[in-house]
């Protein structure tokens, strides 16, 4: 069992920078996937970022790509968003999800954070 938190939400300007973090739980931290998925008003929820347990691998979507960076440090049971280069299209609440698996073609997601609240203004 891995339960996630996040931390380091906030308002940012246009162009501007913020850090999220999210300290996890549990003793599987290491050996899970974990991820970041923003979710806008009354759009779906989608991943931004994904890292391997090891942090070897990582995935980035196509919005953020060259802008935010996902890392984690096991040994602190923490994984983080840098997002730099801020865009009022990232305005979102901002979950961490832990122990992603891909199964019939699709990732599924562990469990869930209660989300972190990142607003960009211009």
């Known amino acids: 069992h891995v339960q996630p938190v996040e931390s380091g939400g906030g308002v940012a300007q246009v162009g501007g920078s913020l850090r999220l973090s999210c300290a996890a739980s549990?003793?599987?931290?290491?050996?899970?996937?974990m991820g970041w998925f923003p979710q806008a008003p009354g759009k779906e929820r989608e991943c931004v970022a994904r890292i391997s347990w090891s942090g070897g691998s990582t995935y980035y979507a196509d919005s953020v790509k060259g802008r935010f960076t996902i890392s984690r440090d096991n040994a602190k049971n923490t994984v983080y968003l840098q997002m730099n280069s801020l865009k009022p299209e990232d305005t979102a609440v901002y979950y961490c999800?832990?122990?992603?698996?891909?199964?019939?073609?699709?990732?599924?997601?562990?469990?869930w954070g209660q989300g972190t609240q990142v607003t960009v203004s211009s």
């Open positions: 549990g003793r599987t931290f290491s050996s899970v996937t």
């Open positions: 999800a832990a122990d992603l698996t891909y199964r019939f073609y699709q990732w599924r997601v562990g469990y």
